[in-house]
């Protein structure tokens, strides 16, 4: 329940701070950096929070970071309805909100997991993407919707209200950490530790590697979205909502079909096959100018981005041992956080050339950069 309602705000945040931003400024650039203060946060803290969430208790910071977002989104809730908002208040919002994103991979996951059982990590991973990317249909369609009806005061005191919610759900959680905290080391020996376990297993190198890609040359294209509707499909906040949500769509229904089907016997198959469908789907829509196209496409791009973004926990998760979960978690949170550049990088060049052509060329990179992980690890791929 609670990764479903963060994803939902996530997704309306995104869409509803793009618009804004996009409304206010006319910049391309200005969106893509309001999303890098928002990924920002994985990259400077993800390891940090990982080591930490061995050392205290998860429920408590998820509970914490839970109710503490909705503090903030309160807050600018109500300088929108004063009328006194502004960019910069925007944009550390959206850096504050991505602290809490922070917490994702190294506390929820590794609760989940933990509940789960090894043998069924794959299963609720899937289950857990579905429900995320369940608010990927959800989330930016409702943003959409909020931003043309009641304008961005109502979309933040949503955002208020489901992160209670979220609070609440876990507080009424019955959960207990299976690893013991590791409170014999320092914080940055107890990341070092975890640094060294990585760099000694050749398929966790090569997992973090494709998700390093990812990251830098693939989702960073969804901060474009509302920029192509606008400038090449000529759509308003709504329909830009409903482009964005149907890739959550095609990532609701791959992780479904993941989750029913899925072994861990390809989970790496799963994996790459995901990542390589995403970014060449990616690659098609920089060339659509209708709507329905875009669609249909990015439909199928969510088909790619289950599959990646399902088995990327799942593998670490079972390539780890208790004692390193929260830690390897951190890192791959590090590795998620690289999406800052991405963004910056999509960003600088759909000001010096085009939303579509800078669409276009950030994924031919990736595409090129994952076939060549592929190949250096392809002995490390297992099935």
Same mark, same amino acid.
């Given at each position: 329940?609670?990764?479903?309602?963060?994803?939902?705000?996530?997704?309306?945040?995104?869409?509803?701070?793009?618009?804004?931003?996009?409304?206010?400024?006319?910049?391309?650039?200005?969106?893509?950096?309001?999303?890098?203060?928002?990924?920002?946060?994985?990259?400077?803290?993800?390891?940090?929070?990982?080591?930490?969430?061995?050392?205290?208790?998860?429920?408590?910071?998820?509970?914490?970071?839970?109710?503490?977002?909705?503090?903030?989104?309160?807050?600018?809730?109500?300088?929108?309805?004063?009328?006194?908002?502004?960019?910069?208040?925007?944009?550390?919002?959206?850096?504050?909100?991505?602290?809490?994103?922070?917490?994702?991979?190294?506390?929820?996951?590794?609760?989940?997991?933990?509940?789960?059982?090894?043998?069924?990590?794959?299963?609720?991973?899937?289950?857990?993407?579905?429900?995320?990317?369940?608010?990927?249909?959800?989330?930016?369609?409702?943003?959409?919707?909020?931003?043309?009806?009641?304008?961005?005061?109502?979309?933040?005191?949503?955002?208020?209200?489901?992160?209670?919610?979220?609070?609440?759900?876990?507080?009424?959680?019955?959960?207990?950490?299976?690893?013991?905290?590791?409170?014999?080391?320092?914080?940055?020996?107890?990341?070092?530790?975890?640094?060294?376990?990585?760099?000694? @297993?050749?398929?966790?190198?090569?997992? #973090? $590697? !494709?998700?390093? %890609?990812?990251? +830098?040359? =693939?989702?960073? /294209?969804? &901060? *474009?979205?509302?920029?192509?509707?606008?400038?090449?499909?000529?759509?308003?906040?709504?329909?830009?909502?409903?482009?964005?949500?149907?890739?959550?769509?095609?990532?609701?229904?791959?992780?479904?079909?993941?989750?029913?089907?899925?072994?861990?016997?390809?989970?790496?198959?799963?994996?790459?096959?995901?990542?390589?469908?995403?970014?060449?789907?990616?690659?098609?829509?920089?060339? @659509?100018?209708?709507?329905?196209?875009? #669609? $249909? !496409?990015?439909? %199928?791009?969510? +088909?790619? =981005?289950?599959? /990646?973004? &399902? *088995?990327?926990?799942?593998?670490?998760?079972?390539?780890?041992?208790?004692?390193?979960?929260?830690?390897?978690?951190?890192?791959?949170?590090?590795?998620?956080?690289?999406?800052?550049?991405?963004?910056?990088?999509?960003?600088?060049?759909?000001?010096?050339?085009?939303?579509?052509?800078?669409?276009?060329?950030?994924?031919?990179?990736?595409?090129?950069?994952?076939?060549?992980?592929?190949?250096?690890?392809?002995?490390?791929?297992?099935?």
């Amino acid at each position: 329940m609670t990764g479903g309602l963060i994803g939902t705000i996530r997704w309306l945040e995104i869409l509803m701070i793009a618009v804004y931003t996009l409304e206010v400024t006319g910049s391309a650039l200005a969106v893509a950096l309001m999303m890098l203060a928002r990924a920002l946060p994985m990259f400077l803290f993800g390891a940090i929070t990982g080591a930490i969430a061995e050392r205290i208790n998860r429920k408590a910071m998820m509970i914490f970071a839970l109710f503490g977002a909705g503090a903030v989104s309160a807050t600018l809730a109500g300088l929108a309805v004063a009328g006194r908002i502004e960019i910069w208040h925007i944009g550390l919002g959206a850096f504050l909100a991505g602290m809490l994103w922070t917490l994702e991979f190294p506390v929820r996951r590794t609760m989940l997991g933990e509940i789960a059982g090894r043998h069924g990590v794959g299963a609720a991973m899937s289950l857990d993407s579905a429900t995320t990317n369940g608010t990927r249909m959800l989330g930016p369609a409702l943003g959409g919707l909020l931003f043309e009806t009641v304008g961005l005061p109502g979309a933040y005191w949503l955002g208020a209200v489901l992160y209670g919610l979220g609070g609440a759900a876990i507080l009424s959680l019955d959960y207990v950490s299976s690893a013991a905290p590791a409170r014999d080391e320092s914080l940055f020996s107890s990341i070092a530790v975890g640094l060294r376990y990585i760099r000694g @297993s050749r398929p966790m190198v090569g997992m #973090l $590697a !494709v998700t390093v %890609i990812m990251n +830098l040359w =693939a989702f960073p /294209f969804a &901060a *474009m979205v509302p920029v192509i509707g606008r400038d090449v499909l000529d759509i308003s906040a709504l329909p830009i909502g409903v482009l964005l949500s149907a890739e959550g769509a095609g990532a609701f229904v791959g992780a479904l079909i993941i989750a029913a089907l899925v072994r861990p016997a390809r989970f790496n198959q799963i994996y790459l096959s995901g990542s390589f469908l995403l970014l060449a789907s990616i690659i098609v829509f920089s060339f @659509s100018s209708l709507y329905a196209v875009s #669609l $249909a !496409v990015l439909f %199928i791009a969510g +088909l790619g =981005a289950a599959g /990646f973004s &399902a *088995m990327q926990t799942a593998i670490m998760f079972t390539l780890a041992p208790p004692e390193m979960r929260g830690r390897v978690m951190g890192v791959l949170s590090v590795c998620i956080g690289a999406s800052p550049l991405g963004m910056l990088h999509i960003g600088l060049m759909a000001s010096w050339l085009s939303a579509p052509t800078a669409v276009l060329l950030v994924a031919v990179e990736g595409l090129f950069a994952l076939a060549l992980v592929a190949f250096l690890w392809r002995d490390s791929r297992g099935n």
